[in-house]
């Protein structure tokens, strides 16, 4: 069987993230021109005098309510700032009823060595069985139902029986058997960091929440 490349366009309807297992919160980014801007660290720390920078990491390890924007006005630095500004998120800084900043902890998305999000393939690879996985078990749903309730590794029993052969070509290990060793993804092309955004995450856990 010969090898077949394919080029695939992902259009989503809705936002996605895909995580680096970094936080973004109220100390890496302030307010530029109605922007949420995340700071460069690296990039401001040398713009800084040395008793700012004193200043700075006594910001960064004290346990304050304070965010960014706040240090920035009270020690007058905010031109350095916006000097060494990474890239900025067309989002504003929402305010509580007695007029303070409502400061949001975000996951950041997935980025490559220059700074640019992308998909991982990985991450690609994953939708694609998810989505093969379903249209198998939807062709015979009653062979599947089979397998609920024998035990606690049901989900594992029904990923062999749609994935797995018989036999392994080689010894006897599972990705050996799994027929999605066959198929391999590579990372999506880079994105602009104008297509990142700050959005707020609700689980939905029945169909009567309307998510409110």
């Known amino acids: 069987m010969g090898m077949r490349r394919y080029a ?7 936002p996605v993230h895909i995580g680096m297992g970094r ?14 801007c995340v700071l460069d660290p690296a990039r401001f720390v040398e713009r800084l005098q040395p008793r700012q920078l004193d200043d700075y990491c006594k910001f960064l ?7 960014l924007e ?4 009270e020690h007058g630095v905010r031109q350095a700032a916006q000097e060494a500004c990474a890239y ?38 994953g939708m694609l069985r998810t989505a093969l996985l379903a249209a198998i078990v939807e062709e015979d749903p009653r062979e599947f139902v089979r397998i609920l309730g024998r035990s606690r590794d049901d989900g594992k029993r029904i990923e062999r029986k749609a994935f797995w052969v018989e036999k392994p070509d080689e010894g006897d290990g599972s990705l050996l058997r799994d027929i999605m060793r066959y ?8 994105l602009s960091v104008d297509d990142l ?9 029945s169909k009567g929440d309307k998510a409110e």
């Open 23 to 36: 936080k973004i919160g109220k100390k890496d980014y302030f307010l530029q021109q109605g922007k949420i």
């Open 183 to 190: 198929v391999s993804v590579s990372d999506s092309d880079p």
């Open 8 to 14: 695939v366009t992902l259009t989503t309807v809705g």
């Open 88 to 125: 900025r998120l067309d989002t504003q800084i929402s305010k509580a009823r007695r007029g303070t900043r409502q400061y949001l902890e975000a996951d950041e998305f997935v980025k490559d060595a220059y700074g640019s999000p992308y998909v991982p393939g990985s991450s690609f690879k």
């Open 70 to 73: 706040d240090f920035l006005d």
């Open 197 to 205: 955004t700050f959005a707020k995450k609700y689980d939905k856990f």
């Open 61 to 67: 390890e004290g346990d304050s309510r304070s965010g």
